[in-house]
DNA sequence: TAATAACCCTATAACTTTTATAGGGTATTT
DNA sequence: AAATACCCTATAAAAGTTATAGGGTTATTA
């Protein structure tokens, strides 16, 4: 299941992006319009500053803008910062990568093969722009 | 991410797959060859029974044993069964749709076309039958 | 330059889900 | 009748999710 921090952070740049003018829009602003609980925004926010998704401008007037062109940021990138991986298994995760505790052989494990295949199908999916997102 | 239930879950199916000569296989023999925690385990195969995936044989000698030609039974459905929906979000689930309590217009949602996409990607490649699987 | 708006950070609490464990009961076979 | 194995409910330990609290720092603008 997607969590409600990977939802909320989705919800986030696509605000952003759709409310664009150059501008930073405020933690405030964007919690009252998509009704997230502020502080928990607030920590959301940072995470995704933190991974140069967004970039912030402090004082008065101040907010979020996205850190990179929107052709650039895609849902995948979020979901990885936000929730961790792609991935249903750890190991067949590319940038999680965990072995099983229990696994005898990675190579020959047919669950391992079968959630690989679900990974490489889901990824191309979530791959998406934040642009071709709003576009939907 | 799955769950060890329905990690534990296809690992039991595959191997009474694999294994089957006809008659039942204990929860012991399950338990340890797959090191599985035994009481652990006695709960996943009791939901796996309600569901008609397995049918059990009591007494001595007794064990568990596919309920069903394994060309009939899929991960998806093992999934389904113990973690419930394959979605990521329950308003795009065939079998346990759910409304997002904050939703307003779920026609026009770009999260959920999203991920009614991802849903639609996935699936295929989870309706793999038990037989497919043991293939791979 | 003071007030204000807005970001920044750590800790923790409430809640839910996951992962078991305990302890006994019931049915069937040998 | 004893042994084997399934059946069932309750509960606890651990982990993860979803926030909330409370204060600190930075920058703008009147």
Known sequence: MLSKRAKYAIKTILYLHENDQGLPI???????????P????????RELKT???LRSVRGAEGGYILAKDPNEITIAQVMR????PIAL?????ER?????PECVDEETCR???LFGEL????????????????RL
Request: aromatic share 8%.
């Open 38 to 45: 502020y502080k928990f925004l607030e920590n959301i926010l």
């Open 81 to 84: 910062v936000i929730d961790g």
């Open 119 to 134: 990974r490489n199908g889901m990824l191309p999916i979530l791959e998406k722009s934040v642009v071709e997102l709003a």
């Open 111 to 113: 669950i391992r093969k």
């Open 89 to 93: 298994i750890p190991c067949v995760s």
């Open 96 to 100: 999680f990568y965990e072995s099983c």
């Open 51 to 53: 991974h140069q998704i």
């Open 26 to 36: 405020s933690a405030k602003v964007i919690s009252e319009k998509e009704r997230i």
